[in-house]
């Protein structure tokens, strides 16, 4: 069974300071992870994806993440956030081979970026 | 990529009304995904919509109360049957992109709320 958690319902942060976003999964085989942005009034944009190779994945707006195996957690970073990065975030998880074709997404984690 | 585009983006509605809402794809997909956004929850799929098939639907979730209607590749509907207050949440249709390892591709999301 895939699962997925983000321990944190809301996290803020001042603008110009790094920032972390949580996420640990659960699988049986290997993981691929992804990180969904949602803004207001506005549906889920993908934002970046581990499936393979370094751990260390590169995605858009200047968001990065570190896939851990040995903790299975997949955080999501940016070194220096923005106001218009305030959102709601979403870790998502497969499981492969043999899980479910349709990732287990987070319940979200709010990010508020302060001025 | 895929646009995905959703109608109505918002509604109000009274208790034991129906509506329906209408999700439109730019390109040809074979499946299409319906979702419930609830606040403070995550996303919880609905059911797996195949075109020339019966919906596929998830535990706790039944045809009777999410009709959903898929007549050709690019469009489907689903409707929130007999409506009450807890079904006011965001209803977000979805489409997996090419290949296991690719992202979904999300619509904008129809906002209910039910009086």
């Known amino acids: 069974a895939q699962s997925v958690a983000q321990p944190e319902d809301q996290v803020n942060v001042a603008e110009g300071n790094p920032l972390t976003v949580k996420c640990t999964y659960s699988v049986s085989g290997n993981p691929y992870l992804f990180w969904y942005v949602q803004y207001p009034n506005r549906g889920l944009q993908f934002l970046l994806k581990?499936?393979?190779?370094?751990?260390l994945v590169k995605g858009s707006y200047g968001f990065e993440a570190e896939f851990n195996k040995s903790q299975t957690s997949f955080h999501l970073k940016k070194p220096s956030a923005l106001v218009s990065d305030s959102a709601l975030y979403f870790c998502?998880?497969?499981?492969?081979?043999?899980?479910?074709?349709?990732?287990?997404f987070g319940r979200g984690t709010s990010l508020i970026v302060h001025p | 990529s895929a646009v995905i585009s959703q109608k109505p983006s918002r509604d109000i509605c009274q208790r034991g009304t129906s509506l329906t809402i209408q999700c439109q794809v730019d390109?040809?997909?074979?499946?299409m995904f319906w979702y419930r956004q609830q606040p403070g929850q995550s996303l919880t799929l609905i059911a797996t919509a195949n075109q020339g098939s019966e919906a596929t639907y998830e535990s706790g979730f039944v045809i009777d109360k999410f009709p959903i209607s898929r007549p050709n590749l690019t469009f489907s509907t689903l409707t929130v049957s007999n409506m009450s207050p807890e079904d006011s949440s965001i209803y977000l249709c979805s489409v997996p992109g090419q290949g296991s390892t690719d992202t979904q591709y999300f619509g904008p999301g129809t906002r209910l709320t039910v009086l």
């Open positions: 998502a998880v497969r499981d492969t081979p043999g899980g479910s074709y349709i990732p287990t």
């Open positions: 390109s040809q997909v074979t499946m």
């Open positions: 581990y499936i393979t190779g370094d751990n």
